[in-house]
């Protein structure tokens, strides 16, 4: 059994214990930064669900946390976007670990169009790079992406994060939703053993989650190539989203040699209202950890500051402020960041603006919800002219 799971399964019950009273937090065990700042004495964070990379990497992180400063964390998992994403609104969490929910809320799409929120002013805190492809029992007679058309492909309700990288990928191979048969899946984490069961023909997931490595060892597992070289097929995997990228690993699940996958940022993030000083010395803490927990999970090293993604434009969502103190103290910013961010600033102050004049449109020309919602993109469209 991989190192990966055997940390997953034992991490969870201490991570529930930081949520008792932690006798070894103190002012002067707290204090993060130079000029006495202090990371906070208790944190709620909002993550994927526990059988998921995601969740080993964020119990990683705070465990670390935990043993160094004596804050406790409490983590919230939630397998749909929508449940990673309410802590937050809700002002319930500081902080998440969260997929490309970030994105569509910062852009009021998917769900949280639906869901009337209107663009909100979310932050990325730390970016770290996670892989993400399709697997098939060892067994299985398909060789690649193409083949996959007609056959069964889990979708995650309610998970759009997921899907559209589902999505994406069957894009890479000329692919789309109306090509194959939808199988909803209710656990993102649970598709392992639905492979395995045979109750779907590939699974859509991070090669480093813990569930996967449980599926290898109990039926074997491979993984479907994507050739970063592959010019044309990734075209037409941005025509479905154009914020994914090549990814090399080898140290997945059933993975023996390099595998090609599919890349993309899996971000901290929060809201724009978020203490200074709480994120600041978050993101330090998380820096100064990280040789002790570098080796936690097989993708940890994707959180060294020379392999995260640094530039806001890469993200699409501009970072904190008390992140931003901490890159210019350690020399991590540059001038092109900045621009980067500032521009994604004025973006969501333009979103905010045609938010609003949609609204008003809708509502005097008593428009449908899909009317409405179609109105809402051609409007926003124009940003990206």
Same mark, same amino acid.
């Given at each position: 059994m991989s190192k990966s799971y055997l940390f997953l399964t034992g991490i969870v019950g201490l991570v529930l214990l930081t949520s008792c009273d932690n006798p070894r937090a103190s002012p002067e065990t707290l204090a993060v930064g130079a000029a006495g700042e202090q990371i906070p004495e208790a944190m709620v964070w909002s993550v994927y669900d526990i059988n998921s990379g995601g969740y080993a990497e964020a119990a990683a992180v705070a465990n670390e946390m935990t043993e160094e400063y004596g804050t406790q964390i409490r983590m919230l998992p939630s397998s749909s976007g929508v449940g990673r994403m309410m802590p937050l609104y809700n002002r319930d969490a500081l902080l998440g670990k969260i997929g490309d929910? &970030?994105?569509?809320?910062?852009?009021?799409?998917?769900?949280?169009?639906?869901? $009337?929120? $209107?663009?909100?002013?979310?932050?990325?805190?730390?970016?770290?790079?996670?892989?993400?492809?399709?697997?098939?029992?060892?067994?299985?007679p398909i060789q690649?992406?193409?083949?996959?058309? $007609?056959?069964? &492909?889990?979708?995650?309700? $309610?998970n759009n994060s997921v899907n559209i990288k589902t999505e994406a990928i069957l894009g890479f191979g000329g692919l789309s939703r109306e090509d194959v048969e939808i199988v909803d899946i209710n656990s993102y984490g649970g598709q392992g053993e639905a492979l395995i069961q045979g109750e779907i023909d590939v699974a859509s997931i991070n090669p480093l989650a813990g569930g996967m490595f449980e599926a290898d060892s109990l039926g074997g597992i491979r993984w479907l190539q994507m050739p970063g070289d592959d010019e044309e097929r990734w075209a037409?995997?941005?025509?479905?989203?154009?914020?994914?990228?090549?990814?090399?690993?080898?140290n997945g699940a059933g993975m023996d040699g390099m595998n090609e996958v599919l890349g993309h940022g899996y971000v901290f993030a929060t809201y724009e209202e978020a203490s200074t000083e709480a994120i600041y010395t978050f993101t330090k803490a998380l820096i100064e950890q990280y040789e002790n927990y570098e080796n936690a999970t097989s993708n940890m090293w994707t959180y060294h500051p020379d392999e995260v993604i640094m530039n806001p434009a890469d993200t699409g969502v501009p970072f904190h402020e008390g992140s931003i103190q901490f890159f210019e103290e350690a020399g991590l910013w540059s001038e092109e960041y900045e621009e980067a961010n500032n521009n994604l600033l004025e973006r969501e102050e333009q979103l905010n603006e045609i938010w609003e004049e949609a609204k008003q449109v809708a509502e005097a020309e008593n428009l449908t919800i899909e009317e409405h919602e179609q109105l809402w993109l051609e409007m926003k469209a124009v940003l990206d002219e």
């Open positions: 929910e &970030v994105k569509f809320s910062f852009e009021a799409t998917e769900e949280f169009f639906d869901l $009337g929120w $209107g663009p909100q002013p979310m932050r990325t805190i730390w970016a770290p790079i996670s892989p993400f492809g399709f697997a098939v029992r060892e067994n299985s690649s992406i193409e083949e996959v058309e $007609g056959l069964r &492909v889990p979708m995650i309700p $309610g037409q995997s941005a025509e479905v989203a154009d914020w994914f990228f090549p990814r090399e690993l080898d």
